[in-house]
């Protein structure tokens, strides 16, 4: 039998009505502080793991989804 596709532990989906509610908030927001001549930045949405792991505790470790490079092994990477 095949697998039911699933996200990682402590993400979420978001129906459309919800991406509608969520945008126009972050419109509002962001146009609220360009009027104050804030201006955009983008950071990272994934960190090397040395960045995060031990700093929220071993709730937060089990609940930081790791990307492996082809051919790593997790216990290589916790290493």
Same mark, same amino acid.
């Given at each position: 039998m095949a697998q039911?596709?699933?996200i990682p532990k402590g993400t979420r989906d978001?129906?459309?009505s919800e991406v509608v509610k969520r945008n126009y908030i972050m419109d509002t927001i962001r146009s609220c502080f360009?009027? @104050?001549g804030f201006q955009p930045i983008e950071t990272p949405s994934f960190e090397n793991s040395e960045t995060l792991m031990g700093k929220y505790g071993e709730e937060g470790d089990r609940l930081i989804f790791k990307i492996l490079n082809s051919g790593d @092994?997790?216990?290589k990477v916790d290493d």
């Open positions: 039911k596709p699933s978001f129906s459309p360009t009027t @104050y @092994y997790l216990r």
